[in-house]
């Protein structure tokens, strides 16, 4: 069902492509658009039409090969091509008009941008003699996303459109991906010239990622491996944007050492492994974070040293050296002082490391320090209550694992409270199956992005877990769905507020609850999802949890199951922002209820 | 301190929004910023000055990397590099002063570009610090205006 390792391996670099079949002849530039997409390997792209790009939809009126996805709003195209990368490891790609069209998709960028994701995203722009006039519907929209995009275009020559759109591919899905923009300026796509499409891979003489770790470094780190007594693996997004799950397996296994991965690598390690620990930081369990405190040798693979992972600069992981390979220099040492940097493309660092541990016989780390975690692991276990007055949002969670546990299922989230209990206790069986937004927290993109996803997979079963907030934000794409026969499946965890905020607003704002509270306005989300044609349900008996996520799942078309949870339910544990991850305020031990006000512990 | 950064980018519209954006994004101040074309008419050479400190030059360096139309960055604050600026200082000049900055502005290997009734114009070209003392020294008889070109930098010889 997914695309094979080797396929994608082969997506990366050193790739060349067929020749299009309309080589040579004559074409506007719109067209050549519609032959560069096809040539590129695209199947699928989501846009919304629009004055400057009603050429560029013209063309695609006659394209066999390409199966356009009609959004609602550009911003839900933004987000579904973004849900589409990230579950096949291919570029996505959205097509949307000048000025609105292109300021929509602004949010869906920079999404992609932060967790680095490979798109491409198409623009129409006013006629090029117009530019910088304050035409109808123009933007700068190469402007406004230059600090969001890997690269961006602004095409000025029907000639070098082909060009262009191919090096566009290249540097989004080469090196750390990235979404990159081409900008087409209406009369370029009217323009006409012979068109020939480049086979061989772009060369870019500024542009030369660093595949390929350094030797020494990779023995080096094998050394400090081989010497460490309580060393923890700290995996990222680069696992999975490089196919390296087998590789960290491998290396865990062979030296028994302990594995956390963040939400952006959910599903690169097997969530049952027992040197699985799960997710670090803010809400990582208590045992990840003491594990990570107390850890001499941090290997840190494919991630960033985020914020939300880290704590307070300076706090992490006090003792400890630190082994740092990514795709990114820039990311070596940015958040953290790093002993043994390794820039390339983590997948062969890792088998490299691998290699040379065998070689020199490196020895498994003593069960001492496996059995020590373990200990910490039954000591601080992620538990949650129980009710059979009322839904806890983590049964649903659990009961989602169950009842899909034979199925290929995709998982999205939007951003909030539900995406941190997916984060913590959603099985995620596979890399690429959890799409979450991690690094700008984008609320209103898990719902597109599952319609993306699905527009991947038509015959898989994804599941959007949405909050009540998050879903509004993007609501309107229920029509895409169902328009596009796309049959995804959307929990809402309906606790009638901003639950994350108004988490913090109890735990460090004295409960003042200001502007998070819905109750007043309570959306009837039933409702909603049959005005859209909606397979449409809701439960809040425990009773009937079960029977309601049987029939949301079996369902046919795209459906949606209304939660109503518990409000009051928090997500634990908490390392408060600007601590250290060690130092938890809120953990389940203490109930939040008696907690004095705006402290923890 | 100051840290001057010679960039190597493709000549062509946008590269030096896209240079000095990041470094702005990145919540530093561009002290001084000179741009020409090369030797080779496709490239372009930014000469910039920021002042920061060693780890922040450090990812400013690997961010503007990434940028896809910066070929190479030289970093001259560490290596011997030979280091310009042209000044144009207008003076207040009254008639029976005007030989006295004039023996200023030779010693100083400037040229006097402009005479006014009351003021004299003065091009000087040499490093930041000539230049400083050169403001210095001028700056007793009244300066009227200053502009400056920022600095720009070639490694020496022997680097290459």
Redesign the interface.
């Known amino acids: 069902m997914t695309t094979s390792k080797a396929q994608k391996a082969e997506s990366r670099k050193g790739r060349s492509i067929a020749p299009s079949p309309k080589e040579g002849q004559v074409l506007s530039g719109a067209q050549q658009v519609i032959a560069a997409l096809e040539a590129e390997g695209v199947t699928t792209l989501f846009g919304y039409p629009g004055g400057t790009v009603i050429d560029i939809y013209d063309a695609l009126y006659d394209s066999e090969k390409l199966h356009h996805v009609l959004v609602r709003h550009e911003q839900g195209a933004a987000h579904a091509a973004d849900g589409y990368a990230r579950a096949t490891g291919r570029p996505g790609v959205c097509l949307v008009t000048s000025g609105p069209g292109a300021t929509n998709t602004v949010t869906g960028i920079a999404t992609a941008y932060m967790d680095s994701v490979p798109m491409v995203i198409l623009t129409g722009q006013v006629a090029t003699a117009a530019i910088g006039t304050d035409a109808f519907q123009e933007s700068d929209i190469t402007g406004i996303t230059l600090p969001i995009t890997k690269h961006s275009y602004l095409v000025k020559d029907v000639h070098d459109l082909p060009r262009v759109i191919h090096e566009a591919f290249h540097i989004a899905t080469t090196g750390r991906p990235g979404p990159v923009l081409v900008d087409l300026p209406s009369d370029i796509s009217k323009a006409k010239c012979e068109f020939h499409y480049p086979v061989e891979e772009p060369n870019i003489p500024s542009y030369k990622p660093t595949y390929r770790g350094h030797s020494k470094q990779i023995k080096q780190a094998a050394r400090y491996i081989a010497a460490a007594r309580k060393p923890v693996i700290y995996a990222g997004g680069g696992i999975i944007a490089s196919n390296a799950e087998d590789e960290l397996l491998e290396l865990a296994e062979l030296m028994q050492i302990p594995v956390t991965t963040t939400l952006m690598a959910k599903g690169a390690f097997p969530y049952d492994n027992p040197l699985a620990l799960g997710m670090p930081g803010m809400h990582g369990a208590r045992y990840t974070n003491m594990a990570l405190s107390e850890s001499d040798l941090i290997i840190a693979l494919g991630t960033r040293f985020s914020d939300r992972v880290i704590g307070r600069k300076g706090t992490f992981a006090r003792n400890a050296k630190v082994i740092h390979a990514d795709i990114d220099p820039a990311e070596i040492g940015k958040n953290r002082a790093v002993d043994v940097p390794i820039v390339g493309d983590v997948r062969g660092i890792i088998a490299g490391i691998v290699a040379e541990l065998r070689r020199t016989e490196a020895k498994p780390k003593s069960l001492a320090w496996v059995d020590h975690v373990d200990e910490m692991r039954s000591q601080y276990p992620m538990r949650h209550p129980v009710s059979e007055a009322v839904i806890m949002p983590e049964v649903v969670i659990e009961r989602l694992n169950a009842l899909t546990a034979d199925r290929d299922t995709i998982v999205t989230t939007e951003v909030g409270q539900h995406q941190m209990w997916a984060a913590q206790f959603l099985d995620t069986r596979r890399p690429r199956s959890f799409i979450s937004s991690g690094g700008l927290g984008t609320m209103g993109f898990g719902f597109p992005a599952a319609i993306g996803a699905q527009a991947a997979y038509p015959d898989s079963l994804v599941v959007c877990l949405a909050g009540d907030g998050s879903f509004q934000m993007n609501s309107q794409e229920m029509a895409t769905a169902k328009a596009a026969g796309l049959p995804v499946k959307v929990i809402i965890f309906d606790n009638q507020c901003l639950g994350m905020v108004r988490q913090w607003q109890q735990l460090f704002y004295h409960g003042r609850y200001s502007q998070t509270l819905f109750d007043d306005s309570i959306v009837n989300f039933v409702a909603l999802g049959h005005a859209y044609g909606w397979h449409a349900a809701e439960v809040s008996d425990p009773a009937q949890l079960d029977e309601a996520l049987k029939d949301l799942i079996n369902s046919e078309g795209p459906a949606l199951l209304n939660v109503q949870i518990a409000q009051s339910e928090l997500v634990l544990p908490m390392v408060a922002p600007g601590s250290a991850i060690d130092e938890s305020v809120a953990a389940r031990n203490v109930a939040p209820t008696i907690m004095p006000e705006g402290k923890g512990e | 301190m100051n840290w001057t950064l010679s960039v190597l980018?493709?000549n062509k519209p946008?590269v030096l929004?896209?240079v000095t954006?990041?470094i702005s994004?990145r919540g530093f101040n561009i002290e001084s910023l000179a741009v020409g074309t090369t030797e080779d008419p496709t490239r372009s050479r930014i000469t910039l000055v920021v002042d920061t400190d060693a780890?922040s030059i450090?990812?400013i360096t690997?961010?503007l990397?990434?940028?896809?139309?910066?070929?190479k960055i030289t970093n001259l604050t560490e290596e011997d590099s030979i280091d310009r600026e042209l000044v144009l200082f207008k003076v207040n000049a009254v008639p029976e002063r005007r030989h006295e900055i004039i023996e200023v502005a030779d010693v100083f290997r400037a040229s006097i570009v402009d005479f006014g009734r009351t003021s004299l114009t003065i091009e000087a070209t040499g490093t930041a610090e000539k230049m400083a003392a050169l403001d210095d020294l001028l700056r007793s008889y009244g300066i009227k205006e200053i502009v400056r070109t920022g600095k720009i930098s070639l490694s020496r010889g022997s680097h290459d």
């Open positions: 980018v493709e946008g929004t896209r954006s990041l994004r780890d450090e990812q690997k961010q990397h990434k940028l896809v139309d910066v070929y």
